[in-house]
């Protein structure tokens, strides 16, 4: 019979005794990001939130960037992806590696999309509606910025754990509504400062929803500065938790 002071020896030395059964480590979420625009540097602001996940959160990352506007190689790696973040803007891709995106989406895999990615693919005009329920309008000047608030009705989501019930995002507001009768809007937004357009119709600027079974997360938010703000920062990781479906 092993005693418990063997037993602590044993497993200590890394070996399992007879009838000690030794639990497997669980396995880390593996998160893929798609980084395919030219404005917003998001493969910079990507890879620092990868990295975060990896470091702190114990999570796998990989981020792809797209070498141009017809061509996002690695796109094999979404097979065994947990998670896909997409932050890409107007991309024509081939067949072949559209059906890849395709395919991930298909399998009820969940989703985060930030910013231009409601406007992501030119050969997938109906993403943005289909898939994040909604489609890109118009947007107010660049020289204007947002302000933000959560709705009062989801302040207990998930998602919105921690998060300021106000703040300031320098990104401008997209115009998305009408929203599809699925999605569930978390924040809203305010244009606020110089613009060329008179519409000032508050919008949201992020919100829930469900494609294939699966969970999807989208937030018109996503300017470089944005990331620099905790709020903004609280967001995103809830939101990758959320979609996860996982217990930050």
């Known amino acids: ?39 917003y540097d998001s493969e910079r602001s990507l890879t620092r939130i990868a990295q975060e996940l ?6 796998r990352c990989q981020v792809l960037a797209a070498s141009s506007k017809a061509d996002l190689p690695g796109l094999e790696m979404l097979e065994d992806a947990d998670l896909a973040v997409f932050f890409v803007d107007f991309l024509a891709l081939p067949a072949g590696q559209l059906s890849q995106i395709r ?28 898939v994040l329920g909604a489609s890109w309008r118009y947007d107010h000047d660049s020289t204007s910025s947002t302000d933000v608030t959560v709705i009062a009705e989801a302040a207990g989501h998930p998602i919105l754990e921690g998060v300021a019930k106000e703040c300031h995002c320098r990104s401008w507001l997209y115009h998305v509504l009408p929203l599809s009768s699925s999605a569930k809007p978390l924040l809203m937004g305010r244009s606020v400062g110089e613009s060329q357009r008179p519409e000032r119709e508050p919008n949201p600027v992020a919100w829930t929803k469900t494609y294939k079974g699966s969970r999807v997360f989208y937030t018109s938010l996503g300017h470089p500065e944005d990331f620099q703000m905790e709020p903004f920062h609280r967001l995103l ?12």
Do not use: C
Not at 23 to 29: I, L, V
Not at 54 to 59: N, P, T, W
Not at 119 to 128: H, V
């Open 1 to 39: 019979m092993t005693t418990r002071r063997e037993v602590f020896q044993l497993l200590m030395a890394g070996a399992a005794p007879q009838g000690v059964v030794r639990e497997k480590p669980a396995r880390k979420p593996s998160v893929v990001f798609l980084s395919g625009e030219t404005e």
């Open 54 to 59: 990896e470091s702190r959160h114990g999570m």
């Open 237 to 248: 990781i809830n939101a990758v938790y959320w979609a996860l479906d996982r217990q930050r």
């Open 103 to 130: 395919a991930y989406l298909n399998g009820g895999k969940p989703l985060v999309a930030l910013r231009t990615t409601i406007r992501g693919f030119d050969n997938w005009k109906e993403f943005g509606q289909d």
